[in-house]
């Protein structure tokens, strides 16, 4: 058991999002969109693009018709379930085109809740980490 434990939240983890992961949709989309916007995005610094950029409903639903084009049939109920996260996936994959590796992560960090408890515990130097060792 590890000394702090945080529960993953899976509950936006649909058979359809799974599909869409399965069949590549999701990072091909991603990349397409990088591709048309290629010029906008890279005059536009990081920071600017983490705080204003967003995923729209009709680009969920551009990918729902890519996907179904695909062969992977129309979930409404699991794209509602999933369409947070895959805001979330789509806006990190664009950024790690546009801006790298370490851009990806840093989209993705203030989601992550097992990452952001164990900021907590470190951000106090460490003393709640140290405390569940004695």
């Known amino acids: 058991m590890p000394d702090l434990f945080v529960a993953r939240d899976t509950s936006a983890y649909s058979a359809y999002y799974t599909r869409l992961q399965s069949h590549n949709l999701v990072?091909?989309?991603?990349?397409?969109?990088?591709?048309?916007?290629?010029?906008?995005?890279?005059?536009?610094?990081?920071?600017?693009?983490?705080?204003?950029?967003?995923?729209?409903?009709?680009?969920?639903?551009?990918?729902?018709?890519?996907?179904?084009?695909?062969?992977?049939?129309?979930?409404?109920?699991?794209?509602?379930?999933?369409?947070?996260?895959?805001?979330?996936?789509?806006?990190?994959?664009?950024a790690r085109s546009a801006y790298g590796k370490t851009a990806y992560y840093q989209v993705l960090r203030d989601q992550d809740a097992e990452l952001q408890q164990a900021l907590r515990a470190l951000g106090d130097d460490g003393s709640t980490l140290l405390g569940l060792l004695k």
């Open 27 to 94: 990072r091909e989309f991603a990349l397409n969109f990088y591709q048309d916007h290629k010029t906008e995005l890279e005059a536009m610094r990081f920071e600017q693009f983490n705080s204003t950029f967003r995923i729209s409903d009709a680009q969920l639903q551009a990918l729902t018709a890519k996907a179904a084009h695909d062969g992977v049939p129309a979930d409404a109920a699991g794209m509602r379930r999933c369409s947070t996260l895959l805001k979330d996936q789509l806006k990190a994959l664009i």
